[in-house]
């Protein structure tokens, strides 16, 4: 059974840099045709993509973010990081690491973190 | 951007209805649809991909249907465990959610 784990600060000041791990045990990242993903929830409120990577180094982020954001991975430890830089209030979320499989040229998310609450302080 | 757009964003129901929700593309996403469905404190959950294939492990009471730029999520004889709330998910272009559906006990 794949298990996602995210870890990192819950509290970030505003202007800095959130960073977040995910853990993925019970499969390897280096899989064809996975794509692993972060998606955020604001308090209350939907969902919202934040980007991808593939094993490979491949990365794709949501236009409204991608001047912000940064994923990398650590195939070694079955892991990828993503990092938020000048956050703001905006950004307090719950943060979810999800795997994506490939399907013609999207993904859906079958699998979930537990997600980890980020609070952006001023 | 796609949009996704649900309704109704709050439904009342009881145990046995048989209840719908609906997502609206603002552009055709042929059928790369998926549905999820999120109890309070808990990750989402995925249960429906392409539209209208069922995950493994998902009660057969779920049903999606659709293409293009309309979709339904069905849930037949609701069960206590259903009351939550429904999100789409269309993945043609980048990946955009719908804002929620939540279904309450009425």
């Known amino acids: 059974q794949v298990h996602l784990q995210e870890s990192g600060p819950g509290l970030v000041k505003a202007s800095q840099t959130l960073s977040l791990t995910c853990t993925v045990s019970?499969?390897?990242?280096?899989?064809?045709?996975?794509?692993w993903t972060w998606i955020r929830q604001r308090p209350g409120k939907g969902l919202e993509w934040i980007g991808y990577?593939?094993?490979?180094?491949?990365?794709y982020y949501n236009p409204s973010l991608r001047s912000r954001v940064t994923t990398s991975v650590d195939t070694s430890k079955n892991e990828i990081y993503l990092k938020l830089s000048s956050v703001t209030a905006a950004d307090t979320a719950v943060y979810y690491c999800?795997?994506?499989?490939?399907?013609?040229?999207?993904?859906?998310?079958?699998?979930w973190g537990q997600g980890i609450l980020v609070t952006v302080s001023s | 951007d796609i949009q996704m757009t649900q309704s109704p964003s709050t439904l009342s129901a009881s145990v046995g209805d048989t209840v719908t929700i609906t997502c609206r593309a603002s552009?055709?996403?042929?059928?790369?649809l998926a549905w999820y469905q999120q109890k309070p404190g808990s990750p989402p959950r995925l249960l429906i991909y392409?539209?209208?294939t069922l995950t493994t492990g998902v009660p057969s009471r779920f049903a999606g249907s659709g293409s293009g730029t309309q979709f339904t999520l069905t849930i037949n004889s609701l069960q206590p465990d259903d009351f939550a709330t429904y999100y789409c998910?269309?993945?043609?272009?980048?990946?955009?959610f719908g804002g929620g559906t939540k279904v309450e006990i009425k």
């Open positions: 999800a795997r994506g499989v490939r399907q013609w040229r999207g993904d859906y998310f079958d699998y």
């Open positions: 019970g499969g390897s990242i280096r899989s064809d045709g996975l794509y």
């Open positions: 990577m593939y094993y490979s180094g491949y990365t």
């Open positions: 552009e055709s996403i042929s059928f790369w």
């Open positions: 392409k539209a209208s």
């Open positions: 998910q269309q993945y043609e272009s980048y990946y955009t």
